[in-house]
């Protein structure tokens, strides 16, 4: 808030400001400038209780003068009294309702403390005042933003670019709400301009990073985090994106620092580092730390959506002849989490159950697209609608189970299940432990991922299924004619070992092991999944350090779905990952006759290969350590007669044990979705839930 001056007005002067002029002598107002004045000093030299003291004085000279009453706020805002800086910001306009600057400060100050409908509410008054306010309007549509009224949003900041097409601040809110939901080509567009306009705006530079990362271009993305971290060197938030978008390469520089530099200071200050974030750090975090950094997302989520819980009545649980569930997602096209759960939507039995699902995201145009609208019995685009307009339809559908599939993850709008538009709320599959909100009444998992005494890592009761909490479709097709060894890019023979997980995934631990192994089995290879030019880089050059020439890394272009799992016929043995593991990727091995080894954590993330391994009937692949890890995949790997024994046990398993048993999942689940609601209608509140 900048310093307004106070002007004591003397018999002779003339109106300026509606507020009518106070009669005082040549003394007194001396003395009122001086008291002024030395209020101003006061606060320049960072003394603001004196500063407040001589402001207090002077409104008690000045009662109706609305500077006096604005100085004040400022005062306050800065010793943290944010409810009187906002009080006297009213007094101020109270006197003054035509100052603008007031409007924008009021509306700012609620803003920055959670309270967006009231920012809201300053902004329109303000903008009644002046209407032509490219301030105002900017600070209108990052309110909006917030409040997911997008379309309005996107109208206001658009009517303030028309204002000031040179605004950094228009340019770059604009920017990241169409990077988030509009065209990432104009979003680059916009920062671009802002960046231009101002080289060095933190804001503008991290939007660009961001937009461009979207598109794939990681190295741009990496460069603009660079530049934003070293233009503001105190802000967490933007070293610890820098610091995953160089993780999300495998550049894994500071890696033994990351405690101390990053998550330590993050788990004293919500929102620098995110869950999902938190699950990729090649460190091994507790439970409770995965907790905290969930649950700091989950109550700024219920903070941001609170003003409309007032509109949104939940309803309440009781008898039903058919149970609605609603499964919500941003994935619901051609994405590994729908690869999934193809098989589930039309297997649930119609008799006892309703099937509704709510896209969050546009139409792909692909076939599993397609086949989970035509297999639902009532398909939602939630993806257009505010977050009002997306609850009531939630509503409207009748929604009694909701079944928040990303949670944290990508896309996710998780403000939706804070409001509660449905009686009940559930974690599943998306994401890999706890929401840490205490909106979200369920997780779903199995007794392998959160085994008997691992309840408190979860803010919500957990509902333990019968065998893996991972759905599987038995139906995926594996081409015939998938590409050969050679257009694979691997060489005519020797042992493949391979691990198609994400990058994020890989750690300079595990990394050390694969190198180990290698170098252990004579003319061996590892198929990796193909990434950005910078994360190849970066591993030829781990592989070389780790003693490996890198022309035994073999990097796998993406390919059609089955035509994915087809190539999996050239990998020998599948390598799990560490602290999280392989997910999709690993039920795609064990669906196309690839043997999977893993080493087991502690935590959710880190136990889910084991699971898999488990209800495929294949204990013996689960490694108590990484040194029995690497023992085993070195002795499969010079042992043919052992490694045949287990693919042939696979291969009787994969049909008749539970991981694949699509139709059995579905059962689990629904005995699952009517012991929880039954707890609803009871009111019980069972931790650990187990289903038979």
Not at 204 to 229: C, D, S, T
Not at 316 to 323: A, D, S, V
Not at 560 to 580: G, I, N, S, V
Not at 635 to 662: E, G, M, Y
Request: aromatic share 6%; with cysteine.
């Amino acid at each position: 808030m900048r310093r307004r001056r106070v002007a004591p007005r003397r018999r002779a002067a003339r109106r300026r400001q509606s507020p009518a002029p106070i009669d005082v002598t040549p003394a007194k107002a001396q003395d009122i400038e001086a008291l002024a004045s030395r209020s101003e000093a006061l606060y320049r030299s960072g003394q603001l209780a004196e500063a407040e003291t001589a402001l207090r004085k002077l409104a008690g000279l000045l009662p109706d003068n609305p500077m006096v009453h604005y100085n004040l706020a400022r005062v306050l805002k800065d010793r943290g009294r944010i409810d009187a800086a906002a009080t006297a910001l009213r007094k101020a306009l109270g006197l003054a309702p035509a100052m603008m600057e007031g409007w924008l400060n009021l509306g700012t100050l609620l803003g920055e403390s959670g309270r967006w409908a009231e920012a809201a509410e300053a902004f329109q008054h303000g903008l009644a005042a002046k209407p032509d306010s490219w301030q105002l309007l900017t600070s209108l549509g990052r309110v909006r933003i917030t409040q997911g009224r997008r379309k309005e949003a996107e109208d206001l900041l658009r009517r303030s670019l028309a204002l000031a097409p040179d605004a950094p601040p228009t340019l770059v809110n604009l920017g990241n709400l169409l990077s988030d939901h509009g065209s990432l080509a104009e979003a680059v567009s916009l920062f671009e301009r802002a960046m231009a306009l101002a080289p060095t705006m933190p804001e503008a530079l991290m939007g660009a990073g961001n937009a461009v990362r979207k598109i794939g271009e990681m190295g741009r993305a990496i460069a603009y985090y660079e530049k934003a971290a070293a233009a503001r060197p105190s802000d967490l938030a933007m070293r610890a994106r820098l610091t995953e978008a160089r993780l999300g390469v495998c550049d894994w520089r500071d890696v033994e620092g990351l405690r101390d530099s990053l998550i330590g200071p993050a788990l004293k200050a919500p929102g620098a580092v995110g869950p999902m974030m938190s699950l990729t750090f090649p460190l091994p975090l507790t439970a409770k730390e995965l907790l905290a950094f969930a649950r700091q997302r989950a109550e700024t989520v219920s903070a941001e959506a609170a003003p409309l819980k007032a509109v949104i009545k939940t309803p309440k649980p009781g008898p039903r002849e058919r149970l609605t569930i609603g499964y919500m997602s941003a994935d619901f096209h051609d994405h590994p989490t729908t690869h999934l759960m193809r098989g589930l939507f039309p297997g649930h039995d119609r008799s006892r159950f309703k099937v509704v699902t709510l896209a969050l995201e546009p139409d792909d145009g692909s076939d599993y697209r397609r086949l989970v609208r035509e297999q639902s019995d009532q398909f939602v685009e939630l993806g257009p609608l505010d977050t009002l307009d997306a609850a009531k339809a939630i509503q409207a559908a009748g929604v009694d189970i909701l079944v928040d599939i990303n949670v944290h993850t990508r896309g996710n709008r998780l403000a939706l299940t804070a409001l509660r538009p449905a009686p009940v709320t559930v974690n599943w599959l998306g994401l890999p432990g706890t929401s840490g909100a205490s909106f979200m009444d369920w997780a779903l998992v199995d007794a392998v991922t959160c085994p008997p005494g691992h309840e408190s890592d979860f803010s919500e009761r957990v509902a333990v299924l019968p065998h893996c909490y991972q759905s599987n479709d038995r139906d995926q097709i594996i081409s015939h004619a998938g590409p050969s060894r050679h257009e694979c890019g691997l060489p005519p023979s020797g042992f493949v070992f391979c691990c198609f997980n994400q990058a994020f995934k890989i750690e300079p631990e595990m990394f050390g092991r694969w190198m180990r192994i290698l170098s252990r089995v004579p003319g061996s290879v590892l198929w990796l999944l193909g990434g950005t030019p910078e994360m190849v880089a970066n591993l030829r050059r781990a592989a070389e350090t780790g003693g490996v020439d890198p022309d035994r890394l073999i990097f796998a272009a993406r390919l059609p779905k089955d035509q994915h799992l087809a190539r999996h016929r050239h990998a020998d043995l599948f390598l799990d990952t560490l602290y999280y593991n392989a997910h999709t990727t690993a039920s795609d091995a064990l669906w196309a006759g690839v043997p999977v080894i893993t080493a087991p954590g502690r935590l959710f993330a880190a136990r889910v290969a084991a699971s898999l391994l488990t209800h495929v009937g294949l204990p013996e692949l689960i490694c108590p350590d990484l040194d029995a890890y690497e023992e085993l995949a070195a002795r499969l790997a010079s042992d043919p007669a052992q490694l045949a024994a287990i693919k042939a046990k696979l291969a009787a398993n994969r049909l008749t044990t539970p991981l694949f048993d699509t139709k059995g999942f579905i059962a689990d689940m629904e005995r699952a979705y009517q012991m929880i609601w039954a707890e609803a209608c009871a009111g019980k509140k069972t931790k650990r839930l187990v289903v038979p």
